[in-house]
């Protein structure tokens, strides 16, 4: 039977709220205030406390303080707000006055039952994969599974295929394995493919010998070469271009280079982990990735969740950015506003991480006070609102604007970010620059090409 303390100072609500508990199978112990409570009972002997949040003395919060056991707040409608506060600092729900029943009964059971998986995880010794890997955040399933991954792909010199979209930490993954390896005391080499231009991609990974071709002034050691005895991380690797893939097939299978221009090869030791956002089984169809360096990497594929999909890791990422960026730019600690909290829980963030820690960077900066407005988080509060009535109605909601450009104007349209991105893109890229299209968007040119690749959107070809 399930031993609930109920802390009202309102006697008619408690003697209410003790009889409907003791005729649905609960026992229940009385208290009118904190002070009361601790006083006469044993916090920690009950499975759950409901507590209003207006007491004599003290305020329920701070039951919160001084127990483990699960705290349910009960508020008015006019201190909503409060109670959203209340659950920041660790009450695990709340129920606004005036309540039904079946809502409170409902509530108490999920919560009990909750607290009860819970201390029952902890009792026992965590096993591999359940903690968080060093510099990664999450408690969600896909994630503890990626962290399991993480450590037993770790101990091999198996090559590793990191897939997610853009911004949701693929090189923290590709750092985690090197430093869960025994490859951790030599070097993590990191390169972003697509961030290479053609012309000088082999170059820049296999080095190349003095005048192997005009401007070659000296001998190169190429990037392969300085990852010899580490890690090499190939961040979308299917923007090689087919050469460089055949180059590095070579390194896989006989683990040795040539660089350009000589004709001598000679034996490294790297650890191969590539990432990409694109679909590389696609490319190998159309001819853009060769098929046999696609099953060389693809020993361990490892995949990351977007953000929109990790549920309450987003609140836990968001705070724990706060808390650090807060440090960094040595600004007072901050915290999240009601409104703040809920735009950051329904948001689709389909930047992910990286787009949550450009938001609350840039909140802090503006920020004049403690806390954070939603506002001050820079995002599409009409998209925000659409996001909430989708949760609510179950309906896909539109999204209507993409940085500094809307389509309000066009009432006739009825457009996704991606059609809207692609239609914009591809009607002005004739007259204008990536600089240019960037800034009429309102978003950085690292983030159109992002935009691009994840749309697959060709920049114009030059005309020769």
């Given at each position: 039977m399930n031993h609930v303390l109920l802390v009202e100072d309102e006697e008619v609500i408690r003697s209410a709220l003790r009889r409907l508990l003791e005729r649905n199978g609960f026992t229940v112990g009385e208290a009118g205030s904190v002070q009361e409570a601790c006083d006469k009972h044993d916090l920690d002997s009950f499975d759950a406390i409901i507590s209003d949040l207006r007491l004599p003395g003290m305020p329920g919060t701070e039951l919160i303080k001084r127990t483990p056991t699960p705290v349910l707040i009960m508020t008015s409608y006019a201190s909503l707000r409060s109670?959203?506060?209340?659950?920041?600092?660790?009450?695990?729900?709340?129920?606004?006055?005036?309540?039904?029943?079946?809502?409170?009964?409902?509530?108490?059971?999920?919560?009990?039952?909750?607290?009860?998986?819970?201390?029952?995880?902890?009792?026992?010794?965590?096993?591999?994969?359940?903690e968080p890997v060093t510099g990664m955040v999450g408690s969600c399933p896909a994630m503890q599974e990626l962290f399991r991954r993480i450590r037993k792909v770790a101990q091999t010199t198996s090559s590793v295929l990191i897939q997610g979209e853009s911004g949701t930490g693929k090189e923290l993954v590709a750092r985690a394995l090197h430093e869960s390896s025994s490859r951790r005391e030599h070097n993590l080499i990191s390169v972003n493919c697509a961030a290479i231009p053609e012309n000088l991609i082999e170059s820049e990974l296999f080095g190349h010998e003095k005048g192997a071709f005009t401007g070659a002034t000296t001998t190169r050691t190429g990037l392969v070469e300085a990852a010899n005895g580490g890690t090499l991380f190939l961040d979308e690797i299917g923007?090689?271009?087919?050469?460089?893939?055949?180059?590095?097939?070579?390194?896989?299978?006989?683990?040795?280079?040539?660089?350009?221009?000589?004709?001598?090869?000679?034996?490294?030791?790297?650890?191969?982990?590539a990432a990409t956002h694109r679909d590389l089984k696609q490319f190998v169809r159309e001819g853009r990735f060769r098929e046999d360096l696609f099953y060389r990497i693809n020993v361990m594929p490892l995949q990351i969740p977007p953000l929109r999909e990790r549920g309450n890791d987003i609140l836990e990422l968001a705070e724990r950015i706060l808390s650090n960026t807060c440090k960094r730019l040595d600004h007072?600690?901050?915290h999240f506003s009601a409104?703040?909290?809920?735009?950051?829980?329904?948001?689709?963030?389909?930047?992910?991480?990286?787009?949550?820690?450009?938001?609350?960077?840039?909140?802090?900066?503006?920020?004049?006070?403690?806390e954070v407005a939603i506002d001050l988080l820079g995002l599409d509060i009409e998209l925000v609102r659409f996001e909430i009535k989708n949760n609510a109605a179950s309906e896909t909601p539109t999204r209507k604007s993409i940085g500094a450009v809307s389509i309000e104007d066009d009432p006739t349209e009825d457009l996704s970010l991606q059609d809207y991105f692609q239609r914009f893109v591809l009607d002005h890229q004739e007259q204008m620059n990536e600089t240019e299209l960037a800034k009429k968007l309102g978003i950085s040119r690292k983030c159109l090409w992002e935009r691009r690749q994840r749309f697959d959107i060709p920049r114009r070809k030059k005309s020769s």
């Amino acid at each position: 039977m399930n031993h609930v303390l109920l802390v009202e100072d309102e006697e008619v609500i408690r003697s209410a709220l003790r009889r409907l508990l003791e005729r649905n199978g609960f026992t229940v112990g009385e208290a009118g205030s904190v002070q009361e409570a601790c006083d006469k009972h044993d916090l920690d002997s009950f499975d759950a406390i409901i507590s209003d949040l207006r007491l004599p003395g003290m305020p329920g919060t701070e039951l919160i303080k001084r127990t483990p056991t699960p705290v349910l707040i009960m508020t008015s409608y006019a201190s909503l707000r409060s109670a959203i506060d209340s659950m920041k600092i660790g009450a695990v729900d709340y129920i606004a006055k005036p309540f039904e029943h079946d809502e409170i009964l409902s509530t108490l059971k999920r919560v009990i039952g909750s607290d009860q998986k819970s201390r029952n995880i902890h009792r026992r010794q965590p096993r591999p994969g359940e903690e968080p890997v060093t510099g990664m955040v999450g408690s969600c399933p896909a994630m503890q599974e990626l962290f399991r991954r993480i450590r037993k792909v770790a101990q091999t010199t198996s090559s590793v295929l990191i897939q997610g979209e853009s911004g949701t930490g693929k090189e923290l993954v590709a750092r985690a394995l090197h430093e869960s390896s025994s490859r951790r005391e030599h070097n993590l080499i990191s390169v972003n493919c697509a961030a290479i231009p053609e012309n000088l991609i082999e170059s820049e990974l296999f080095g190349h010998e003095k005048g192997a071709f005009t401007g070659a002034t000296t001998t190169r050691t190429g990037l392969v070469e300085a990852a010899n005895g580490g890690t090499l991380f190939l961040d979308e690797i299917g923007e090689l271009p087919l050469e460089a893939q055949a180059r590095l097939l070579r390194v896989l299978q006989e683990h040795e280079i040539r660089k350009v221009g000589s004709v001598q090869s000679q034996k490294v030791d790297v650890r191969l982990v590539a990432a990409t956002h694109r679909d590389l089984k696609q490319f190998v169809r159309e001819g853009r990735f060769r098929e046999d360096l696609f099953y060389r990497i693809n020993v361990m594929p490892l995949q990351i969740p977007p953000l929109r999909e990790r549920g309450n890791d987003i609140l836990e990422l968001a705070e724990r950015i706060l808390s650090n960026t807060c440090k960094r730019l040595d600004h007072e600690l901050m915290h999240f506003s009601a409104d703040a909290i809920q735009a950051i829980t329904t948001y689709t963030w389909p930047g992910n991480v990286r787009e949550l820690e450009n938001a609350i960077e840039r909140a802090v900066i503006l920020s004049e006070a403690d806390e954070v407005a939603i506002d001050l988080l820079g995002l599409d509060i009409e998209l925000v609102r659409f996001e909430i009535k989708n949760n609510a109605a179950s309906e896909t909601p539109t999204r209507k604007s993409i940085g500094a450009v809307s389509i309000e104007d066009d009432p006739t349209e009825d457009l996704s970010l991606q059609d809207y991105f692609q239609r914009f893109v591809l009607d002005h890229q004739e007259q204008m620059n990536e600089t240019e299209l960037a800034k009429k968007l309102g978003i950085s040119r690292k983030c159109l090409w992002e935009r691009r690749q994840r749309f697959d959107i060709p920049r114009r070809k030059k005309s020769s």
